[in-house]
């Protein structure tokens, strides 16, 4: 055992060089250790201590500038097997044969921590016993906290920390930053407003605090019962790991999540985007299971799934159309965004109403200490966002826009319907936080998003989100916190078509949500979390009126209807840690939904093809009447179970459902696409997903690996049927068929958080199917066999690499690869009157080529200086390198009586931006 | 609150362009599948049924008749109309006017050399509203080149279908176009230069006739009205000689019932698609001819029955259009002889063009186009219906 102080020793000389590294300089050689003594003791506050006799033969020799006390110590006194120990009060001690103690260790199994004298802890990689020895003895020197009093506590009874944790500097709230007990390996994350509920039974413990792009903190703390605890980090001044996906140890290994990301809008600068623009849903579409339908679409696809079937949610407030500019930006401005969750596996009880993702967006909550800006400007778009204290450390606001002035791109289009197309679309937000005192917060948040666009001066569109919300937080005692919120959010749309002026009409749609949302958070232990609430929705849509547009038309005027209905759901979860290793997230949501009146529905005579010539008999329900009722359980449970230290398995099955759907027989995301509740006719569709996964660390590397594999079963899913009209009659009925859907896959990716070189690389293998087969044959689709769904994607490959050249210059590229999208081809040709004609396949039997991209981007940031007023960068993007022609479509015309195939490409060369960004404040400025 | 001066500096967007790229991809294809098309129109005489194969994509094979079947019409009181093949392919029923009525439904059987029997559904023959006018206006089209635009014709069918008539419609249309040739006709070389006697204007006036092949189909059932105004038909630009004189179009106008209605505006529409942003996907049609037994095939096209109404109209257009360059090539004596000796006497007798100055004739050579109008396609004949 004569080794284990000998490492104490090491260490502690170590630590404190390295805290306080005294150094000197010179060129000594061969000098005895006497004058070299006297001679550090001149250059640096320090006193040697030893005896002469020792030392006597001993010589040092060393030469330059600047150079570690400690080592030359460490490389010299080995020999004659004397030790060194810097003192508090810098005195250093030469000790011969035992190296001099201070404190008892208290970590066992030591052995094989086989230290050697005077040996230089960087010279060798750590063993895994010295590591831990290691950690275990820095708490001599951290900050220890005292939380509550022993007398306060109840025995048996686990202590509750609740607190938050912000932004020295701006004082704004660090959402989703880290607490980590490594005792109990378990971590705590703030929530939305930077609290957090820490629930463990009381003892010594070290803390330790993680924040993206903020110094890491740990504290050694003595929780002797339930108290507060609130934390301040720093921001980290240069930071190396900008391009982090936010999902450290804690979430990839030890937490409940599965499929879940979460990006703060800071790391996703350096990812090259189109246009010059970062945009979140970029960022999401290079994520593992995540496809869209083609470059000129908003929409995503995730696991396989229909574009409806996501939830974006702006600071709790739903987001019914995403896509700015046809689908080439997001909605969102990313000034004002600060992090988004991203779920696609097992949504956590408290969301519901959608079967394949959530994306949860907060927004910034505004610096409540001083005044600062950001903004920029690229060939596209132009944007600013503002922020401040309305009353410091108390309340904050945040505002912001962004226009476009993109007109002059399409002026230079070749295609003649595109040039004389323009478009527009701006957006606004504003916010504000206030702190009413410590025990409760309140948000209002409110957004509004505008689009207009011609296309070939024969089609206008316009289409609109708007949408605010009121959230309060409360914390209704130590253990119990409460989160009430309104939202209500409304999406129109208006729709011109010209191309037939006899029969030129015009559409405004609307559809309207409101909704209550309360939630409450209780932790009764620290094995415990406990999450319940409910929320109710109220929606309301106006499908609008198809009306004659212009004096040459004569449109049959034709109203769609409005349609009203009820969702509700009641949640209830527990998040249990079981043992060590293994932790249970177990919940449950029971959601309702009724169709009310007041509306017309007519029966149709059955075993007949459902339309107008076999309506059977016509009901009328009154206002509130309720039409139809649905509801059901929705079980959402994980597992975790750690394998090791650095891997963990994890299970989950996940029910979810979906009251309302999105018309669309369009390749693309239309605005004009209809949301729809589901009815008297329509069911809602659920699904069922089972994800399984394994996740490793590396971390020394800074990588960690994930795997996932998943099966979903959709039921109901809706589809169109061949050449669906849904402006024609309200009776949608007639223009969709329901079916089932299955999708599964794997997903493997690996992440590099850290260093030089950042990024990911991820693999996917995924199909989605779909399968509509009624009884009789036009209640079927191919047949009624499994066809392809339009968004069905095998394989797809996507890396995203940044490399930080230097502090201020980055360069950084995507390149995605997966295979083509289905379509439906030619078959056959056929004459008829002399001409040609194209049968076709089955729905979806064919597939477009395969899609490759690269792109590029280089970061260049302003200087670093730290006290400077504004702070900018100049981002150069070149969108699609390669200048692959890849197909958006591929289609067939007949030209003089013969086919020809073409197919269309948006982005047929690389796209070069370059875009100019800047900030108040300096480069570390949030 | 501080001003920002936001400084706007782009460096080098390149050109945004979204491109459309002639591609034809594999497609295994099937062939070979049974189509049948037939129609009866409501004049008397052989309603025709064309049975043929269909081809892959791609494959030149593309003209495959089907011998050898039986076909026959029959009506919904009990009258049949048995069919002969014409020609290969082609089948006529003979039907006679009295058969041939609107509110009679008919169906179309077709036996094949096996015994297969495909049947029809019935369709019935809706009546067809006169034609009331066809207009047409100058429109200026645009190209890929900025002010690189052309004229043309649009015209339009206007009709009203109000009361009993069928609210369906299809058009066909044939054009017929008098164009001129640029000189009259004095001298040829057959091996040598001849000199004609009396300047010749045989092959001078020229008219030609084409069907306009594209679907043109239209139904009320948007409309708050049968009023159909401007529908717009065919469009003539003034990038061929068809509008340099005058110009005719003979429209048809064939009523339809829903189900053809359906069939052939999805055809229509899938044969002019455009790969546009929100453009929907094309599909599979089903025809109404039906397989009746096991080892029947399915059947790709329609059985429709229609009246036909017709509208002819002459345009005299006011717009330039393309003319052939009738410009002499300038050929001295030698040059020309050397260049007329070139032409094998199969292409006798080729046209000269000749100025005589003062007593001196010189012959130079020009586009034989500029001299016989039929080298373009037509035909000296002028039809009969020309005013």
């Avoid at chain 1, 029910?655 to 309302?660: A, D, F, G, S």
């Avoid at chain 2, 369906?168 to 040739?181: I, L, S, V």
């Avoid at chain 2, 586009?367 to 037509?378: A, H, I, S, T, V």
């Amino acid at each position: 055992m004569k080794a284990l102080p000998l490492i104490i020793l090491i260490f502690l000389a170590h630590s404190y060089a390295a805290a306080q590294g005294p150094v000197i300089s010179g060129d000594f050689r061969d000098l005895p250790f006497d004058e070299f003594a006297l001679e550090v003791e001149e250059q640096v506050p320090v006193k040697f201590v030893y005896r002469k006799e020792w030392t006597g033969d001993l010589r040092i020799s060393a030469s330059g500038e600047n150079m570690e006390l400690y080592k030359i110590l460490s490389d010299h006194l080995s020999r004659n097997d004397l030790y060194y120990f810097f003192s508090d009060d810098y005195r250093i001690f030469i000790t011969r044969d035992n190296p001099l103690v201070t404190v008892l260790p208290d970590y066992a199994g030591i052995e094989e921590a086989a230290g050697r004298s005077g040996d230089s802890l960087e010279a060798r990689e750590l063993t895994e016993a010295e590591r831990l020895y290691i950690e275990g003895r820095r708490k001599s020197i951290m900050k220890t906290i005292y939380i509550g009093n022993s007398a306060d506590h109840i025995n048996g009874q686990g202590a509750v920390i609740n607190g938050n944790i912000k932004d020295t500097e701006t004082g704004e709230a660090m959402v989703g930053a880290t607490i980590y007990v490594q005792e109990l390996s378990r971590g705590f994350i703030t929530d939305i407003n930077g609290y957090f509920t820490i629930s463990i039974p009381p003892g010594s413990y070290i803390f330790r605090f993680n924040c993206l792009g903020m110094e890491e903190l740990q504290y050694k703390m003595e929780v002797r019962s339930s108290g507060e605890l609130n934390i301040e980090m720093a921001r980290r001044l240069y930071p190396i790991d900008e391009i982090t996906v936010k999902s450290s140890e804690f979430h990839n290994v030890r937490g409940l999540q599965m499929g879940f990301t979460q990006i703060s809008i800071k790391n996703i600068k350096e990812i090259p985007v189109v246009l010059g623009e970062k945009d979140v849903l970029r960022v999401v579409q290079l994520l593992p299971g995540v496809q869209n339908a083609g470059e000129g679409s908003a929409g995503i696809n995730v696991r396989g799934s229909a574009v409806d079937q996501n939830m974006f949610l702006l600071n709790k407030i739903p987001i019914y159309n995403t896509s700015h500019l046809f689908g080439f930006f997001s909605a969102f401005n990313p000034d004002i965004i600060r992090d988004f969750s991203f779920y696609k596996s097992n949504l956590p009880a408290k969301y519901g109403g959608r079967l394949a993702s959530v994306i949860d967006i907060s927004s910034r909550q505004g610096n409540n200490k001083n005044f600062t800006a950001r903004g920029g400007i690229s060939p596209i778009t132009a944007k600013i966002a503002v922020e401040g204290p309305i009353k410091r450390d108390k309340s904050s606001y945040v505002l912001s826009a962004r226009s476009t002035y993109s007109d002059w791109i399409l002026k230079r289009m070749k295609d003649p319907a595109l040039r004389n197309s323009n478009a527009q679309f701006y957006d606004l937000a504003a916010g504000i936080t206030t702190k009413l005192n410590d025990r409760n917060l309140l948000k209002v948040f409110g957004y509004y998003s505008n689009d207009r666009f011609s296309l070939a001066s024969t089609e206008q569109y316009q289409y609109s989100n708007a949408g605010a919300s009121l959230d309060w937080w409360h914390q209704v005692s130590s253990i119990l916190n409460f989160n009430a919120s309104l939202a209500m959010s409304q999406y129109q749309f208006g729709h011109q078509n010209n191309s037939l002026p006899l029969e030129a009409y015009q559409h405004d749609y609307q559809i309207n949500h409101y909704e209550f949302k309360s939630d409450f958070t209780w932790i009764p232990g620290y094995r415990h979390k406990v999450m319940f609430g409910g929320n109710a929705i109220l929606y309301d849509i106006d499908r609008g009126e198809i009306l004659p547009w212009g004096e040459e038309s004569s449109r049959k005027p034709v109203t769609l209807g409005r349609e009203n209905g009820i969702e509700g759901a009641i949640h209830i979860s527990d998040q249990i840690q079981l043992s060590d290793r293994i932790s249970v997230y177990a919940g449950l949501r029971y959601s309702l939904y009724a169709y009310m009146g007041p509306q017309t529905v007519y029966e149709y005579v059955p075993e007949n093809p459902v339309g107008p010539e076999y309506i059977e008999d016509t009901l009328y329900f009154s206002e509130g009447e309720i039409i139809s009722f649905y509801s059901g359980p929705e079980i959402r449970a994980s597992a975790t179970y750690l394998t090791g230290t650095n891997n963990s398995v994890k299970f989950s099955y996940n029910k979810t459902r979906q009251y309302l759907y999105m018309l669309s027989n369009t390749i693309a995301l239309s605005p004009t696409d209809q949301w729809k509740l589901a009815d008297y006719h329509i069911s809602p569709q659920s699904a069922d997903q089972v994800s399984v996964g394994f996740y490793q660390d590396f971390n020394k590397k800074f990588l960690n690996f994930s795997a996932e594999v998943y099966y979903k079963k959709v039921n109901d899913i809706v589809e169109y049927k061949d050449g669906a009209n849904f402006i024609s009659s309200p009776q949608i009925e007639t223009e969709v068929l329901q079916g089932k859907q299955k999708a599964y896959g794997i997903e493997l990716m690996m992440k590099k958080n850290a260093g030089k070189l950042s990024g990911w690389l991820s693999f996917t293998y995924a199909r989605s199917l779909i399968r509509v087969d009624g009884d009789n044959y036009w209640e079927q689709i191919n047949q009624g066999n499994w066809y392809p769904s339009n968004y069905d994607i095998p394989v797809s490959v996507n890396a995203v690499m940044n490399l930080r050249a230097n502090r201020r210059l980055s360069i950084s590229s995507n390149l995605v690869y997966h295979t083509g999208r289905p379509i439906t081809y030619p078959v056959t040709i056929f004459n008829m009157d002399d001409n040609q004609y194209i049968s076709y396949s089955g729905r979806n039997e064919y597939r477009i080529p395969d899609y490759f991209r690269l792109d590029l981007s280089v970061n260049l940031e302003g200087n670093l200086k730290s006290r400077k007023f504004w702070h900018s960068y100049w981002m150069l993007n070149v969108y699609n390198l390669t200048g692959r022609k890849n197909a958006y479509s591929v289609f067939f015309k007949n030209e003089g009586g013969k086919i020809q195939g073409y197919k269309m490409s948006i982005f047929s060369q690389p796209i070069v931006t370059l875009s100019w960004n800047f900030k108040l404040g300096n480069y570390a400025s949030d | 609150m501080q001003v920002i001066r936001l400084i706007l500096v782009y460096v080098g967007l390149s050109l945004l362009v979204g491109c459309i790229y002639e591609y034809n991809p594999d497609l295994e294809g099937s062939s070979n599948a049974l189509v049948i098309n037939g129609k009866v129109t409501d004049q008397e005489g052989y309603q025709y049924i064309e049975i043929s194969r269909s081809f892959a994509p791609y494959d030149p094979d593309n003209k495959r008749p089907v011998s050898g079947y039986s076909v026959e019409i029959q009506d919904d009181e009990g009258n049949s109309f048995p069919g002969a093949e014409m020609e290969p392919g082609l089948y006529g029923c003979w039907m006679d006017q009295e058969y041939l009525a609107p509110g009679i439904s008919y169906r179309l059987i077709v036996t094949n050399e096996q015994g297969n029997l495909y049947v029809s559904d019935f369709e019935e023959l809706l009546p067809c509203p006169d034609i009331d006018s066809i207009s047409y206006e100058i429109q200026e089209k645009e190209t890929e080149i900025p002010d690189n635009s052309y004229l043309g014709l649009q015209f339009f069918a206007n009709t009203d279908c109000s009361g009993e008539y069928a609210k369906n419609f299809r058009w066909e249309m044939e054009e017929t176009w008098e164009y001129h040739a640029r000189y009259d006709i004095g001298a040829y070389y057959d091996g040598r230069i001849r000199d004609l006697d009396h300047i010749i204007y045989d092959y001078f006036y020229c008219w030609q006739s084409k069907r306009i092949l594209s679907l043109y189909t239209y139904s009320t059932q948007n409309l708050n009205s049968g009023l159909i105004r401007n529908y717009p038909l065919n469009f003539v630009s003034n990038q061929s000689d068809r509008l340099s004189f005058k110009y005719s179009l003979l429209v048809k106008q064939l009523s339809l019932s829903l189900v053809a209605y359906e069939y052939l505006n999805t055809l229509e529409k899938q044969s002019k698609q455009s790969g546009e942003l929100y453009e929907s996907q094309p599909a599979q049609i089903q025809g109404n001819i039906h397989p009746q037994d096991d080892g029947g095939e399915p059947v790709l096209g329609l059985f429709y029955t229609t009246s036909v109404k017709e509208k002819r109209i002459f345009v005299r257009p006011d717009i330039v259009t393309w003319r052939p360059d009738c410009e002499p090539y300038g050929l001295s004596a030698t040059e020309l002889h050397d260049y007329l000796g070139s032409f094998g006497p199969n292409r006798y007798p080729i046209y000269l063009y000749f100025e005589d100055i003062g007593p001196f004739r010189v012959y130079d050579f020009a586009n034989q186009e500029c001299f016989d109008c039929r080298l373009r396609g037509g035909t000296t004949e002028r039809p009969d219906f020309w005013e």
